[in-house]
């Protein structure tokens, strides 16, 4: 069996990755250890999620990819049991939508940012009937 363990997320400072999606999104910090050299193991994730988000901290060349990992596309997508109340959550906690929430046939979405431009989906599926 595998299954995805985790995927970096390119931030400017590891205490401001954490300050974002740890204490204003409430993921749950799994690990921070120091490596050396000023790099540290960040790992996040959601409440009760088991893939992981590595916070890397950019350095050089890698400092223009902030924020646009993906190229301007959504590229990551926080799956929420109750869309309604994570939402409401999230706005009053401060973070910034790019657009209401929408209803499509898979489900309720909407846009968010973090404070570097990375571009995520809260999204709520639709359950399929049995």
């Known amino acids: 069996m ?3 363990h ?3 997320l390119l931030v400017p400072d590891y205490d401001a ?4 999606y740890v204490d204003t999104l409430g993921f749950e910090l799994v690990s921070d250890e120091d490596q050396g050299g000023g790099k ?3 790992l ?3 409440p009760g999620g088991e893939a992981c988000l590595l916070l890397a901290r950019a350095v050089g060349e890698q400092t223009r990819a902030i924020g646009n990992q993906f190229g301007g596309r959504v590229g990551l997508f926080l799956h929420t ?4 109340r994570d939402h409401a959550r999230m706005l009053a906690a401060g973070v910034t939508f790019e657009e209401a929430p929408r209803h499509e ?8 940012r973090d404070p570097w431009g990375t571009r995520w989906d809260l999204l709520q599926l639709v359950q399929a009937s049995e």
């Open 105 to 112: 046939p898979y489900g309720t979405v909407a846009v968010f």
């Open 40 to 42: 540290r193991w960040v």
């Open 2 to 4: 595998q299954h995805l």
């Open 81 to 84: 049991e109750d869309f309604a």
């Open 17 to 20: 990755g954490l300050a974002f």
């Open 44 to 46: 996040i994730r959601p």
């Open 6 to 8: 985790a995927v970096a």
